[in-house]
């Protein structure tokens, strides 16, 4: 084959590839907007009397927190003013070696208490158990350190409730976020896991555990991710859901039935993407069983969160996310094109196998392929233009219909100036960020392929969103 062959061959694969990635959420995106639209209508009759009022399910809401000093004692707050009938708050202390449980005993007054409970998934040693005397529900379990997995699991050991809620230390649910995000679970009985949209605190107010002003962050990267996140939650899981093919629900805000999980074998330690690794497993195993179960999202219970506001940090964030989604990928291929696996197995893992695995290779390769044959003049003007027609323009349209979503459907972000700011880094972040994101991506897939430990980095916490929180920042990840 000729260099010429070569060449032109290279443009269609790479000018294919992005043509179908971007039909690809497209179809995504058109599913998810009819979705919105059948939801908003059922939202619509919240103001009539509820036909689940006081029969929603006893949830516990698990925390698992390493050095979160400085968001600890607000996201607590936050969670116990939830409006839900019955529910209980379990922080697991996985090991801090800062303030953090010092945090929690001074603002809740907590005391140790001697608690047995049955140990269904094996843990890290638990060091004790603490109660608070101002707050009867809630509880915290301080332990060895072994990783948010491992915490996790020792929370699950704890929990007293059918259901229980995986929340991030550095977040704050909103006070209807458990009512909604467990309507699934009434509508279907057989709804056995649930997300929530996570946004971004970053720039907001929070104030005694409420949000008392929702805004934009004044950082660019952190403003960036607003609407990344938009994208990502109101087309991407909402596209797979009405199908019953998500294979994603966020470890910062996501419900599960409790004994499906035990059943399943319970978070496993060894992966760094261990929310998504569980998700995948149950499809899986219940499709192996040949069970009936619905793994669903619902776009309205909101999480806010912080997000990195330094690129060190993003980069550190992406690559542990890349490598978690390669292991949760590998570790269960079974479920590639399973005769048995309905739209999981034939079309979402697939499409997460070929565009999410393999994507960052494809579409840096892509890039570089592509500024360096036009600049050696391999291929013609038109070639080039139609590329990054593909590649840029078509993720600007993607992007700008997430923005659309949310301002016909939630409004979140009440003035005309945030709108405005938002369409114009819906348009920006096509020129830069989502290309060194594909980097950071390679990077954490090539980590992966020649097993190079993974780590989080130090995310270090403004906590500026907070009012009550103290002047100082920590690292908020626990370490594998």
Request: net charge positive.
């Amino acid at each position: 084959m000729s260099m010429e062959q070569v060449i032109d061959v290279a443009q269609w694969v790479f000018l294919g590839y992005f043509v179908f990635l971007n039909l690809g959420y497209m179809a995504l995106n058109v599913i998810a907007m009819s979705s919105l639209r059948r939801y908003m209508e059922a939202r619509g009759v919240d103001s009539l009397p509820s036909v689940y009022a006081n029969f929603e399910l006893p949830t516990s809401i698990l925390v698992p927190a390493y050095n979160e000093e400085a968001t600890i004692a607000t996201s607590i707050r936050a969670m116990l003013q939830l409006k839900y009938p019955e529910f209980e708050v379990v922080v697991i202390n996985d090991g801090s070696s800062d303030r953090t449980l010092d945090r929690l005993i001074e603002e809740f007054d907590l005391i140790a208490f001697p608690e047995a409970y049955r140990i269904r998934l094996e843990t890290r040693p638990v060091g004790a158990v603490y109660r608070s005397r101002v707050h009867p529900n809630l509880r915290v379990i301080d332990k060895a350190n072994g990783g948010k997995a491992d915490a996790l699991n020792a929370g699950i050991n704890a929990a007293r409730f059918p259901l229980y809620c995986c929340v991030d230390a550095d977040s704050v649910l909103q006070p209807d976020s458990l009512q909604r995000i467990v309507q699934p679970f009434l509508d279907d009985p057989n709804t056995v896991a649930c997300g929530g949209t996570v946004r971004i605190a970053n720039g907001c107010r929070v104030s005694d555990g409420f949000m008392e002003k929702i805004a934009l962050p004044r950082n660019p990267l952190a403003l960036l991710q607003v609407v990344e996140y938009l994208r990502a939650f109101l087309f991407g899981r909402l596209g797979w859901s009405p199908i019953n093919a998500l294979l994603i629900i966020s470890g910062a805000f996501g419900l599960f039935r409790k004994e499906t999980v035990i059943s399943a074998g319970g978070y496993r330690t060894d992966t760094v993407g261990e929310d998504m690794e569980l998700v995948v497993r149950i499809h899986r195993l219940l499709r192996k069983e040949k069970r009936p179960y619905r793994i669903t999202f619902v776009p309205d219970p909101i999480c806010w969160t912080e997000v990195p506001e330094d690129l060190k940090t993003l980069k550190n964030q992406r690559q542990r996310w890349q490598r978690g989604l390669a292991e949760s990928l590998m570790m269960n291929f079974r479920m590639l094109f399973n005769p048995r696996g309905g739209w999981v197995s034939w079309f979402a893992f697939p499409f997460m196998f070929l565009f999410e695995f393999l994507g960052p290779l494809v579409e840096v390769s892509g890039y570089v392929f592509f500024i360096i044959a036009f600049l050696l003049g391999w291929i013609s003007m038109e070639a080039y233009l139609a590329f990054m027609f593909v590649a840029v323009g078509l993720g600007v349209l993607l992007s700008t219909s997430a923005l659309l979503l949310e301002e016909l459907s939630f409004h979140i972000y009440p003035r005309a100036r945030h709108m405005a700011a938002l369409f114009c880094t819906a348009i920006l972040e096509n020129f830069g960020y989502r290309q060194l994101n594909s980097v950071f991506r390679l990077v954490g897939l090539v980590r992966w392929t020649f097993r190079r430990k993974g780590r989080w980095g130090d995310m270090q916490r403004t906590a500026r969103w907070s009012a009550s929180a103290p002047d100082r920042s920590g690292s908020g990840i626990t370490p594998p």
